[in-house]
Every structure is written in structure tokens, then in C-alpha cells.
């Protein structure tokens, strides 16, 4: 199985703030890459897909990059209703594996 | 609008099955695939299997080897997850997710609410 490694595990931020979270892939993924939101209670939210795709209806402070092995995600300014935690997931190969996930908590 | 509208809590015994309903409404149900995603408490979320809704043929994680089943029925709309010989650690919320796509898993796009299944003797 691929395995999808994430960092940090948690950060504290301030709203305005930019954040950053890595993803890396301990092979290749091509650009197989989604990015998930999850509130407490709730489903996952596709944020990104193809690595880099917005989904529609997501604002575009959120921004993917990255191909291969190391991908990360952007929050361009940190809004109240961010605060969760983000998943990546491999969609490349079978099974379809998710990172552990980055807490983003208000400072 | 696309909803995935999933059944309701379970619990079973060990070594039971469960077996838990996604009805789809807002979209096409033969154009797009289904993923179903489980989430222990605390824990990542965990990919299960996909199908591919038009003929049924499926993708599924080794890890449940012949437990798991992953079924449709294109004229309810409706994707089937069962899972068999539970033990405690399947306690979790199942989850549906529709793709973007059909051919090939790609990106998950709407998800169902989930459905808790607890097993506990």
C-alpha cells in the first residue's frame, strides 16, 4: 500500500494567516492527489482533486500543488470557518490511501 | 441537487453482518462511480472499494480480502456495502461518496452523511 505522510499534525493559527500543509507519497502518485476538510461530526469536504483542480464552489484561498511524491496545500488567508482538520489521499493506486491528517486550530 | 442519503445506525454482534444503503438523488446514477469510505473514531479515514455503477465492476481493498461486498441496484439509484464476520475493530461511520467520474476512481466529490456501525457483544 502507498502511504501518505502528513505535516505537521496540528498548527495553531491566527484568522488572515497563511498555512501551509505538506503531503508526501513513499512513491509516486503522479498527480492522483485529493485534499479533504473535515468539521467535527461531519463528512470529508473535497477542497482539491488532480492535485491542483479546485472543486467547484470552493473558495479560492485554497490552492494544491505538487506532482510525484510531495504535495501541499495553501490556505491563502485562514477564514473562521476553516478550522479543521485537512486530509490528503492518494487516488493512484489501490488501496486508495489517506494521510493522518493536520489539525488547524485558532491560536 | 445531488444528494447521497445513506441508512441508518447498526449494531451488530461479532462475527455478524452488516449491511448499509446509499440512495443517490440529483444526478445521473449509471455516469458516476461510488467509493465507500469507513472512519474509526479518532482515526483517518479509511478507503473501502468503488464501483463502477453502469455494469458494476469493482475495486476493493485487500485488506477485507472476501468480508467485504460492494453491490448496486441502477434502478433504486441505490449503492450496498456489506460487510461480514465483524469484529470490534469495524466500529465506525461508514461512509458513501459519489466520484466525478465513471471509468476510473478519480475524485470524490459528494458524500453521504454516514452511518455509525457499532459491534460489540
Known amino acids: 500500500d502507498i502511504q501518505m505522510t502528513q505535516s505537521p499534525s496540528s498548527l495553531s493559527a491566527s484568522v488572515g494567516d497563511r498555512v501551509t500543509i505538506t503531503c508526501r507519497a513513499n512513491?509516486?502518485?503522479?498527480?492522483?492527489l485529493n485534499w479533504f476538510q473535515q468539521r467535527p461530526g461531519e463528512a470529508p469536504k473535497l477542497l482539491i482533486y488532480?492535485?491542483?483542480h479546485l472543486q467547484s464552489e470552493v473558495p479560492p484561498r485554497f490552492r494544491g500543488s505538487g506532482a510525484g511524491t510531495v504535495f501541499t496545500l495553501t490556505i491563502s488567508s485562514l477564514q473562521p470557518e476553516d478550522f479543521a482538520v485537512f486530509y490528503c489521499?492518494?487516488?493512484?493506486?489501490?488501496?486508495?490511501?489517506f494521510g493522518g491528517g493536520t489539525k488547524v486550530e485558532l491560536k | 441537487q445531488v444528494q447521497l442519503v445513506q441508512s441508518g445506525a447498526e449494531v451488530r454482534k461479532p462475527g455478524a453482518s452488516v449491511k448499509v444503503s446509499c440512495k443517490t438523488s440529483?444526478?445521473?446514477?449509471?455516469?458516476?462511480?461510488i467509493h465507500w469510505v469507513r472512519q474509526a473514531p479518532g482515526q483517518r479515514p479509511e478507503w473501502m472499494g468503488w464501483?463502477?455503477?453502469?455494469?458494476?465492476?469493482?475495486k476493493q481493498s485487500e485488506r477485507f480480502q472476501d468480508r467485504l461486498t460492494i453491490t448496486r441496484d441502477t434502478s433504486a439509484r441505490t449503492a450496498y456495502m456489506e460487510l461480514s464476520s465483524l469484529r470490534s475493530d469495524d466500529t465506525a461511520v461508514y461512509y458513501c461518496?459519489?466520484?466525478?467520474?465513471?471509468?476510473?476512481?478519480?475524485?470524490?466529490?459528494?458524500w453521504g452523511r454516514g452511518t455509525l456501525v457499532t459491534v460489540s457483544s
Open positions: 488532480g492535485a491542483a
Open positions: 461518496a459519489r466520484d466525478g467520474l465513471l471509468l476510473h476512481p478519480y475524485y470524490p466529490d459528494y
Open positions: 489521499q492518494q487516488i493512484y493506486d489501490p488501496p486508495f490511501t
Open positions: 464501483i463502477k455503477t453502469d455494469d458494476g465492476k469493482t
Open positions: 440529483g444526478y445521473s446514477f449509471s455516469e458516476h462511480g
Open positions: 512513491e509516486t502518485v503522479s498527480s492522483y
